[in-house]
């Protein structure tokens, strides 16, 4: 990666962070996937019950896998017929783990959702949740966050579900009322009320979509 982007990241996250930090929120920065991956796992005690939405962020650093092969109780939804059973034992687990699908440099947290089991997680029920975010995701405001959620987020995550929906064909939001909709709940995280609980990594990278 160019050197003047690494510093504009690294300058970036600075702020961000920052942002964080006055809404009750923790962050980090890793200079590298492998990095991230680090400090997310001395985050996570071995032992710890983990559950994690959909995100690519976490498995592209390699979280997923070493969970998985760790000393850890992974609930792994591939794993279960029952797919509704693996996402209420969420609720209950030690960490939940997700990326966003954007935030604001202020440290402002977007998540567009379908089934919204992901949103409900971020809201209640774990212990502590962990955001894994590719600086691609970090936008100047709510305005930009938004309409990068639902603008670049929504229509790639519509297109790799094979969903039947607007954004998948055109590649840009209709605010449409498709049975595929995949915008069916939006969620703002603008403050935790729970000091610790929720943590973002910040990753020099593009991360996810």
Known sequence: MDANIIKRNELLAQKTIAGLKSRNMTGY??????????????????????????????????????????????????????????????????????????????????????NSNRVSAICQGPKHVLFIVGMNKVCSDLDSAMKRARNVAAPINAQRFGLDTPCSKKGTCFDCKSPDTICCQILITRFSRHEGRISVILVNDNLGF
């Open 29 to 114: 920065y890793a200079a590298s996937k492998e990095e991230a991956l680090k400090i997310a796992l001395d985050l996570i005690p071995e032992g710890s019950s983990i559950s994690m939405g959909g995100g690519m962020s976490v498995h592209e650093i390699g979280l997923s896998e070493a969970l998985k092969t760790g000393k850890y109780d992974f609930i792994d939804r591939d794993a279960y017929e029952d797919k509704r059973k693996a996402m209420l034992l969420a609720y209950d687990a030690d960490f939940f783990l997700a990326s966003c699908n954007a935030m604001t440099d202020d440290g402002i947290l977007v998540n567009v959702d379908g």
